[in-house]
């Protein structure tokens, strides 16, 4: 991560351990697509692009609601 302070904390683990669900760990862009394909605006849609504009710019392709990372 690129957050001051949290090198070396492992989120996942502590999430899990917190609230006994599995827990996936990705970055803004894979999960805001996957989001928008999956309950937003690209529900039905076979392929899907979202671009995150944050401190970088990040973007990533959806195909037949399989993660192709870009």
């Known amino acids: ?3 001051l302070g949290w090198q070396g904390i492992q989120v996942k683990k502590l999430l ?3 609230t006994g669900l599995q827990v996936h760990v ?4 894979n999960c805001s697509t996957l989001a928008e ?3 937003g605006s690209a529900i039905g849609c076979t392929r899907a692009v979202c ?6 710019l ?3 392709q959806e195909c037949w609601v399989q ?3 870009c």
């Open 1 to 3: 991560m690129h957050c």
């Open 16 to 18: 899990e351990k917190a």
């Open 37 to 39: 394909v999956r309950f």
């Open 58 to 60: 990040g973007g990533k």
């Open 26 to 29: 990705n970055n803004d862009a």
């Open 51 to 56: 671009l995150t504009i944050g401190t970088g």
């Open 67 to 69: 993660l192709y990372l």
